[in-house]
């Protein structure tokens, strides 16, 4: 028997979710398709200040949508907040590694 998962979306209005926040999230789980990582725990979500919706993975990397566009893959330095966009996952991965593992 396969375990059952509840799914939070954070900062969404389960009822009056627009049109591009729907856009947006099917955008992030197609690209989540594609990635063998885990979801962070309460990872998933609707930022108001960005606009961005956004899956957030354990490894570091978040998979992002503004308004329904293209997916963008944002790595955080938490070290000072700073944010860097990427266009491929591969390319997001790889920045984490070698510049933010290394600090």
Same mark, same amino acid.
């Given at each position: 028997m396969k375990k059952q998962t509840t799914i939070t979306i954070h900062g969404l209005d389960s009822n009056n979710i627009t049109y591009c926040e729907s856009i947006s999230l099917s955008k992030c789980f197609m690209a989540y398709s594609c990635i063998n990582e885990d979801i962070m725990e309460? @990872? %998933?979500?609707?930022?108001? #200040?960005? =606009?961005?919706?956004?899956?957030?993975?354990?490894? @570091? %990397?978040?998979?992002?949508? #503004?308004? =329904?566009?293209?997916?963008e893959y944002l790595v955080t330095d938490f070290n000072n907040g700073e944010e860097y966009f990427f266009d491929t996952y591969e390319e997001a991965e790889n920045f984490y590694v070698t510049e933010l593992q290394t600090k």
């Open positions: 309460g @990872g %998933i979500g609707f930022n108001p #200040n960005s =606009g961005y919706v956004y899956i957030a993975l354990e490894n @570091g %990397i978040s998979i992002c949508s #503004n308004m =329904g566009r293209d997916i």
